[in-house]
C-alpha cells in the first residue's frame, strides 16, 4: 500500500518538474542566458566577422523564440515538442560556453 502511495507521490513529483522545466517562462530565461553569452562571445572575439555574424543571427533567433514563447499557441504545443526546445537551447547554450572557454587571453602579459 505505501510503495502505491510513494509511486503516485513520485509521479507527481516528475510531471510538475517537467512542467515547471517546460513551462515558457523558464525557456524564455533560457533563451536570455543564450543570448547573453553570444553577446559576450562577440565582445571576446570581436576580430571575427564571420563569429559576428553568427551571433546577430543568433540574437534574432533568440528575439523571434522570446516572442513565440509568449503566444497562448506556444502552450498547445506538445510536451515533446517542448522538451525538445528545451533540449536543443541547453545544447545551444553548452556550445556557446564551449567557444567562450577556448577564447584567447586578451593580453600576453601575465596578471
Given at each position: 500500500m505505501?510503495h502505491w502511495?510513494l509511486?503516485?507521490w513520485y509521479?507527481f513529483?516528475?510531471?510538475?518538474?517537467?512542467k515547471?522545466?517546460?513551462?515558457?517562462?523558464?525557456?524564455k530565461?533560457l533563451t536570455?542566458?543564450?543570448?547573453?553569452?553570444a553577446?559576450?562571445?562577440?565582445?571576446?572575439w570581436?576580430?571575427?566577422?564571420g563569429l559576428q555574424e553568427r551571433?546577430?543571427k543568433?540574437?534574432h533567433?533568440?528575439?523571434?523564440?522570446?516572442?513565440?514563447?509568449?503566444?497562448?499557441?506556444?502552450?498547445?504545443?506538445?510536451?515533446?515538442?517542448?522538451?525538445?526546445?528545451?533540449s536543443?537551447?541547453?545544447?545551444s547554450?553548452?556550445?556557446?560556453?564551449?567557444?567562450?572557454?577556448?577564447?584567447?587571453?586578451?593580453?600576453?602579459k601575465?596578471?
Amino acid at each position: 500500500m505505501w510503495h502505491w502511495i510513494l509511486d503516485k507521490w513520485y509521479r507527481f513529483l516528475d510531471r510538475h518538474r517537467a512542467k515547471r522545466e517546460l513551462s515558457p517562462e523558464n525557456l524564455k530565461v533560457l533563451t536570455e542566458e543564450i543570448k547573453d553569452i553570444a553577446e559576450l562571445s562577440s565582445r571576446v572575439w570581436a576580430k571575427d566577422q564571420g563569429l559576428q555574424e553568427r551571433v546577430r543571427k543568433i540574437c534574432h533567433e533568440m528575439d523571434q523564440l522570446s516572442q513565440l514563447l509568449e503566444r497562448s499557441s506556444f502552450k498547445r504545443l506538445p510536451e515533446n515538442k517542448k522538451r525538445e526546445l528545451h533540449s536543443s537551447l541547453v545544447v545551444s547554450r553548452d556550445e556557446l560556453l564551449k567557444g567562450l572557454q577556448s577564447a584567447p587571453c586578451p593580453t600576453d602579459k601575465v596578471q
